[in-house]
Every structure is written in structure tokens, then in C-alpha cells.
């Protein structure tokens, strides 16, 4: 495909279970981006990769949030012992590069609530 | 901190209203902002704005960017009901990625 894909598109998970979701970039991008969007609110950076730089970990809410991009390419974000107000929307992004002045395209999304 | 600020944070209008959204920013060094337009989970692009004074342009949307009193503008003319949609400015200041508003909700009634 063309775009920015993410996987699933809707979790419903207990409260304090563990979950994983996915994002695989639009090919050859190589800065990816995680964002949190609560109900009614903006966009909430979390985390970004760009190329085999370190990641950018600065948005991460708690020790509970983790993400990990294997080959420079599939980014998965793992919530640890799911909380409530960890119900979101999670949008991932990729870009062709972050230092310059490039577009971000968003995958669709993953809807998590945490029951 | 940067800080993107967006208002009104909800509209209604009817159908061939002209509506103006309003977006300010303070961020260390400022290198573009943004725009989108999000209807149900995934943000779609409109306009990229770097330079002050050059209006941006797309069918019935356009843009404009103030960097001397920080703050841009997307302006809506004759609106129809498929504008309805969460606005979202958004900023990039440096090498950091995207700091964003928390958006406009445009509704537009028949």
C-alpha cells in the first residue's frame, strides 16, 4: 500500500494488561512518529524514530510506554499494565525526514480502551 | 515550552458561510506550520507555510502565515457540510517534531 498502515484498528483490553500495536511506514520514509490523541483533545507527541539515530523519547507519558522500530522500517508501541486513561486514539506518522521541512503522513489509527 | 494555541475551539455555521480559523504559536525557532484537516482518526495535510505574507491556496481553503506576530490563518469560504471536520494547527520548531493545537471543531449545517 501506499500509506501509512496500523494495526489493530480498534483494542479493547482489561485494565492492566500489556498491548502492542503496530505501524508500518510508507517505504523509504525514514522518520516515523507516535501521537496520542484523547477524546476532544490535540494531538500529544509520544515518541520518534529517524533513521538509526536514537529515539526521540521525550513525550513518553510513564515507564509503562515503550516503542521499538526494527530495520528502520515496523514500529511497535507497547503499553505496559494498561491504565483507563490510557484510552486513546494512537496515530503514527512517517516522514522522508525530520531535520528538513517534510510532510508527515498518518496512518488511521488505533482506538485502545482499556476497560 | 513551545506552544501552539487554537481558536475558536468549536463553530457552527451553515452551508456557504465563509468561516476563519485562527492558530498562534510561541516556539523557540520556528521552521513551519502546519495545517490539517481530521475527520474521523487520521489527519489529512492541507497546507505547509513557511514564509510570511504568501497566501496558500486550495479551491475553496486558504492559508497565510504571520511570523512577526506569530500566528496564522485558514479561511473556509462558501462551506458545505463535508468541511465538517477537527481543524489542527501545528507547528515544527527546530529539529523537534510536530507541537500541535488541540484543534477547531467545524461543524456546518444544511
Known amino acids: 500500500g501506499a500509506g501509512v498502515s496500523q494495526s489493530p484498528s480498534n483494542k479493547v483490553t482489561e485494565k492492566g494488561k500489556d498491548v502492542e500495536l503496530r505501524c508500518d511506514p510508507i517505504s523509504g520514509h525514514t522518520a516515523l512518529y507516535w501521537y496520542r490523541q484523547r477524546l476532544g483533545q490535540g494531538l500529544e507527541f509520544l515518541i520518534y524514530f529517524q533513521g538509526n539515530s536514537a529515539p526521540d523519547k521525550s513525550g513518553l507519558p510513564s515507564d509503562r510506554f515503550s516503542a521499538e522500530r526494527t530495520g528502520g522500517s515496523v514500529s511497535t508501541l507497547t503499553i505496559q499494565r494498561t491504565q483507563q486513561e490510557d484510552s486513546a486514539v494512537y496515530l503514527c506518522?512517517?516522514?522522508?525526514?525530520?531535520?528538513?521541512?517534510?510532510?508527515?503522513?498518518f496512518g488511521p489509527g488505533t482506538r485502545l480502551t482499556v476497560t | 515550552e513551545d506552544k501552539v494555541v487554537q481558536s475558536p475551539l468549536s463553530l457552527v455555521v451553515h452551508e456557504g458561510d465563509t468561516v476563519t480559523l485562527n492558530c498562534s504559536y510561541e516556539v523557540t525557532n520556528f521552521r513551519s506550520l502546519l495545517w490539517y484537516k481530521q475527520e474521523k482518526k487520521a489527519p489529512t495535510f492541507l497546507f505547509m507555510l513557511t514564509s510570511s505574507g504568501i497566501e496558500k491556496k486550495s479551491g475553496r481553503l486558504s492559508s497565510i502565515l504571520d511570523k512577526k506576530e506569530l500566528f496564522s490563518i485558514l479561511n473556509i469560504t462558501a462551506t458545505q457540510t463535508g468541511d465538517s471536520a477537527v481543524y489542527l494547527c501545528a507547528v515544527r520548531s527546530g529539529n523537534t517534531p510536530l507541537v500541535f493545537g488541540k484543534g477547531t471543531r467545524l461543524s456546518v449545517i444544511a
Open positions: 506518522a512517517s516522514s522522508l525526514g525530520l531535520a528538513t521541512l517534510y510532510e508527515q503522513y
